[in-house]
């Protein structure tokens, strides 16, 4: 060993000892908050405590904390606080008039189904983890490759996988079977994306041998845990023997993160950098931030309402109690109050019409709201219409929580590529030096003069293909028959390699450092010494290769137009260019720049040295390596632009159209420039072709022209909204930027005149923003994509639609509901949107309903019993009537139609009753309030006056008034009902049968309380009258203003209804009389003449609601 070598040595050793912490302790583990974490290669059971063992662990709870954390949750919600004090007010024997077990039991009942679901899915989770910590692993220890379980892997050990092993841990890739350091892994677990992708052994690691990694050791510095799994920032250096002076920069590509599966590669090795919860994926996971509904913002207002309405109740009734009970009391001889009253004898009676009242608010409509909400969900999953057969891909609702939120969307913001277009990229026309190729009879590679160029060995167009065969992330693969395929993570690329590969310039072979093409016959090898990835904020991509016959440094770039003409010289020729891109556009295709320029090596070396300090920076990387690529990306040589067909998927148009008459207003988020946006927008039916509609451009380089833009586009709106035009704007990135900081109540005045907005050339974090400024004006939004750059606006919307297309599953993974193709939003929005806003209204007011005439039958009773908090009903009935006898019918509710599916997508702008509320808001909560008090009322008075000369116990009154609102909840349930079903007629009348047999039941047993009344009081005539009675009086009126209403005041939900009535008997009719020709014949005549006659009322009405404004 020479001299030289034994300082370089001794130098590196030093400088390892000083990198290394001082023996750590537990007390200084925090080191890592500030510096990050270094990792010492193969030496994992040094530092054992250090860092965080491989166990993985998804659950919430262990044997020890889950009652007190379980309850802590469960009574962090308002509602459960209010029962559970209602609940121990009724232990004190005093003042409560009721046996505690009427809160008691329904309240252990709820917290129990809700404990025993958590602990279930707890379980599951547990069950889960358990498998993957207990699965078995190669890792190296003290030189020697052991078998240990996953969950013992610490930081710093050496992971050995071979091909279909799953990742245990996030691991900087050190060596692999392949020779150039090549590693193919599958990442559907993490974004759902099927196709393989490479990571390349970091080239200080290339060509070492197993028994040499066995041995290997050095540093990696790294920042402290995250969750973005498409960036790692690190650096390596390898000790002695091993020597590297300088530290290697790492990023994602050397990176195999948690869950990702080996492919196509026979072994590989790494050591572990994140263990535990603390990978990529451990830090992503966790449970989403729950989303409150209009719908469960607008019961938490009226339960408010209902719980100030309750105090005024009872202060009202305990100030009469009181003072019926001082006046009033001592003149009875049948009452007997103490003389000697106790301090607190003030508030007893106040107290008991407290608990009294309590049930304003039944404990039973969360459970009930859950339920059906978990229904609803499971209708979107069984929904057919919404199953693509072709990819085999069914609608899935992720959450079950927000499916009326759907009824009531206002604004859609949606991604474009990939959403609205098939993401499929065919090469259509192409631009090279002015000269363009392709035409609208033939592609580009088809066209004759693009081939006789070729064949002439034409330099330019060898460039330019070259070019698009080299500058791109692109993996060939080579099949046991010869023929080569690309894999791609960008459709793009793939669309302009294959193009590529048709003329003759194709891409043989990638390995981690080097590219093979063939240059129509002859095979070109170049170094790849650098690649300047593409991010959204540079919009191009660069590499720097070195063509090994001549040696000669080249930089390779393709990007956005803006991207590509601000870094080339000349200036005509941009120009040229320019027009033939904007011609393009036009045609909605996408455009991409190429251009090239020559380095010199003394100019490369001197940039190479700031690029490697940049990459090898750990704050800040990113910010740093686009600084440095600037430099690089200067006096381009402009080869000219490739134009990519997207098509439209089917149907988008004609869901775009239903969904804007349905009143909702579309914003089409992309990263294409303008021109191809518009294009597609007109396309599609986001506006209006001239001269119905107007495209608005919003412009400017810098603050004043934006701000002088956006003044003249909200004047020109001005004037436009008194001719009715269809007015939408358009603005790309750079001016959003400027108006969402400095014109933000501006934009938002232009934004509120139009109802389409085009946002281009934005990116992930602009999405999001524009989603969260439509969200403060108030709207319901929902935001739709594909990919994972949609993922952040997916995530802020109040709903969130993935589409499971070419780009994986990560969009649709983290949206509330996923569907295959974007013409499913027709239907998840007017059909399942719309029913499930209309049955959740009604339940929830429904349930209140019910609750509140048990609650004034109380009150009114109180007038008779001395004003002193008495119960007329027994505590077992107070406890089944919401819990038993009333939760069934109205749970048949959730598979009510009030119009069929095929009326409601014939007729969307019938949504605007949703988009209101108009089903539920004070308005129509006031309604239901007012039938409880009638109905209230009804029941007592009724019962009263029939029993008041009878000989009957209080039991038996109590049963009457209980029977009594049983059968008037079965005739309203009826009475709302638009469609009926086997399961409802089941349920309403089956109910009731049942509530006599449980209390019949309940009459022969001696010590329940009730022992033979219910036989005594069904063997009198003036039960039955009485109940002939109520369900007269009390659903009469009700049912008499419903079809005042239905006839005399129809909306246009009631219209439609009579119309498909009509349409019914019509076709019943012609069935009957289908025996005869003649007959035949004429029943249609009487049909296209009923329904020319129907839709004579029908159509004014209809045309008359599309003006309406949506909000009251």
Not at 202 to 220: Q, R, V
Not at 567 to 589: F, T
Not at 723 to 733: C, P, Q, R, T
Request: glycine share 6%; net charge neutral.
């Amino acid at each position: 060993m020479s001299v030289e070598l034994l300082r370089r040595m001794a130098e590196i050793k030093e400088d390892e000892e000083d990198a290394r912490p001082p023996q750590i302790s537990r007390d200084s583990s925090n080191k890592e908050k500030n510096s990050g974490r270094c990792v010492y290669i193969n030496e994992g059971d040094r530092y054992p405590d250090l860092y965080c063992n491989n166990r993985v662990s998804n659950t919430k709870y262990n044997l020890w904390n889950f009652l007190p954390k379980n309850l802590w949750e469960q009574f962090g919600r308002f509602m459960n606080k209010y029962f559970l004090l209602i609940a121990i007010l009724q232990l004190w024997p005093l003042i409560t008039p009721v046996n505690p077990a009427s809160t008691w039991g329904p309240l252990l009942l709820i917290f129990s189904v809700s404990a025993c679901k958590e602990a279930w899915d707890d379980y599951n989770r547990y069950k889960l983890d358990k498998q993957a910590n207990e699965r078995m692993v190669w890792v190296v220890k003290k030189g020697v490759k052991t078998r240990i379980q996953a969950q013992d892997i610490h930081v710093g050990d050496i992971v050995w996988l071979r091909e279909k092993d799953e990742v245990p841990c996030d691991m900087i890739l050190l060596g692999s079977s392949d020779p150039q350091g090549v590693c193919y892994i599958e990442t559907s677990t993490i974004d759902g994306e099927t196709d393989l992708k490479t990571r390349v052994v970091p080239s200080p690691c290339i060509g070492l041998n197993s028994e040499l990694l066995h041995k290997i050791k050095g540093i990696i510095e790294c920042g402290y845990p995250d969750r973005d799994i498409r960036r790692l920032d690190a650096n390596l250096r390898l000790f002695p023997p091993f020597i590297d002076t300088d530290y290697f920069p790492i990023t994602v590509n050397n990176t195999l993160l948690q869950s990702c599966f080996i492919r196509n590669t026979e072994w590989a090795c790494g050591v572990a950098v994140y263990t535990g919860n603390e990978t990529k994926l451990g830090m992503s996971r966790g449970l989403p931030s729950p989303k409150l509904t209009a719908v469960d913002a607008m019961i938490d207002k009226l339960t408010g309402a209902i719980f100030v309405f309750q105090v005024v109740v009872v202060i009202i009734l305990g100030f009469a109690g009181n003072a019926w009970k001082s006046t009033e009391a001592d003149k009875l001889w049948y009452v007997h109050y103490p003389k000697a009253a106790p301090w607190y004898e003030f508030i007893v009676i106040p107290l008991r019409f407290e608990l009294l009242c309590s049930i304003m608010i039944p404990i039973s409509i969360k459970v009930s709201l859950d339920l059906a909400k978990s229904m609803y969900a499971k209708f979107i999953d069984w929904d057919l219409h919404m199953y693509d057969e072709k990819t085999d891909t069914p609608a899935v609702a992720t959450n079950t929580a927000i499916s009326e939120d759907l009824g009531q969307i206002e604004y859609i913001l949606t991604d474009k590529t990939g959403t609205l277009t098939e993401n499929l990229m065919l090469f259509k026309k192409c631009c090279i030096k002015g000269s363009c190729y392709g035409d609208s009879t033939r592609d580009a590679v088809k066209d004759p003069a693009l081939l006789r160029a070729l064949n002439e060995n034409d330099p330019e167009v060898l460039k330019f293909l070259t070019v698009m065969a080299v500058c791109n992330t692109v993996v060939p693969s080579r099949s046991p028959n010869g023929s080569i395929s690309y894999k791609a993570q960008s459709q793009d690329e793939e669309a302009l390699v294959s193009a590529a590969s048709h003329l003759r310039v194709v891409l043989l072979n990638k390995a981690a450092n080097c590219v093979e093409v063939s240059v129509l016959g002859a095979v070109l090898e170049f170094d790849i010494l650098d690649v300047l990835e593409f991010t959204s904020d540079r919009k191009k991509m660069s590499v720097i290769v070195r063509e090994r016959q001549t040696g000669e440094l080249k930089l390779l770039t393709k990007g956005a137009d803006e991207a590509i003409f601000s870094s080339v010289h000349n200036d005509q020729q941009v120009r040229r260019v320019a027009e033939i891109v904007d011609q393009y556009s036009q045609m909605g295709l996408r455009t991409l720049c190429l251009a090239w320029r020559d380095i010199r090596e003394e100019e490369y070396h001197d940039w190479s040295r700031k690029f490697k300090e940049a990459s090898s920076s750990i704050v800040d990387r990113e910010w740093k390596i686009a600084e440095v690529c600037v430099l690089m990306e200067r006096n381009l040589e402009l080869l000219g632009a490739t134009a990519i067909e997207d098509k439209l998927q089917d149907g988008v148009a004609e869901t775009i159209e239903s969904l804007r008459d349905a009143g909702i207003n579309f914003w089409m988020l992309t990263g294409d420039k303008q021109l191809t946006a518009a294009q597609i927008a007109l396309s599609c039916n986001f506006v209006l072709p001239e001269p119905q509609g107007q495209l608005l451009y919003v412009q400017g380089a810098t603050q004043s022209d934006v701000g002088a833009s956006l003044e003249r586009v909200l004047r020109t709106m001005q004037i436009s909204s008194t001719e009715h035009k269809d007015v939408a704007f358009v603005i790309d990135g750079l001016a959003l930027e400027f108006a969402l900081k400095y014109y933000r109540q501006l934009f938002a005045e232009v934004a509120s005149l139009c109802r389409t907005a085009i946002c281009c050339r934005v990116t992930p974090s602009q999405k999001a923003q524009l989603v969260h400024l439509v969200k403060s004006w108030e709207f319901r939004t929902l935001a739709i994509g594909d990919g994972g750059n949609d993922v952040r606006m997916i995530q802020e919307a109040h709903v969130g639609v993935g589409i499971s297309g070419r780009e994986g599953l990560q969009a649709a993974r983290a949206a509330d509901y996923s569907l295959a193709k974007f013409r499913f939003l027709k239907r998840l929005i007017l059909v399942h949107g719309r029913y499930s806003y209309n049955r959740s209204a009604f339940l929830s007011q429904y349930s209140i309903y019910k609750s509140l005439v048990l609650c004034f039958i109380q009150i009114f009773f109180s007038f008779v019993s001395g004003i002193s908090g008495t119960s007329l009903f027994n505590s077992f009935s107070l406890m089944a009537y919401n819990v038993l006898y009333t939760s069934v019918p109205v749970m048949a509710s959730v598979l009510d139609k009030d119009i069929d599916e095929k009326t409601v997508l014939q007729h969307p702008q019938i949504l605007k009753y949703c988009q209101a509320g108009r089903l539920l808001n004070p308005s129509t909560f006031a309604g239901w309030f007012g039938r409880a008090l009638f109905h209230g009322a009804v029941v007592f008075l009724i019962t009263m006056h029939v029993y008041v000369n009878e000989k009957s116990e209080m039991e038996e009154v109590s049963l009457v008034a209980l029977s009594g609102c049983i059968w008037l909840q079965a005739f309203v349930v009826a009475l709302e009902t638009s469609s009926f079903t086997t399961i409802q007629h089941i349920a309403i009348g089956g109910n009731l049968v049942a509530f006599y047999i449980f209390n019949l039941v309940a009459s022969t047993v001696k010590w329940g309380g009730m022992y033979t009344i219910m036989f005594r009081i069904c063997s009198q005539r003036a039960y039955w009258l009485t109940m002939l009675l109520i369900v007269g009086a009390g659903i009469g009126p009700i049912a008499a203003l419903k079809f005042f209403r239905f006839f005399y005041r129809p909306s246009l939900i009631n219209i439609l209804q009579y119309r498909e009535r009509r349409a019914r008997v019509t076709e019943a009719n012609a069935t009957s009389s289908s025996s005869a020709t003649s007959s035949g014949s004429t029943s249609s005549s009487q049909r296209a003449a009923q329904d020319e006659e129907s839709s004579s009322v029908y159509q004014p009405l209809l045309l008359s609601t599309k003006d309406r404004t949506k909000r009251q």
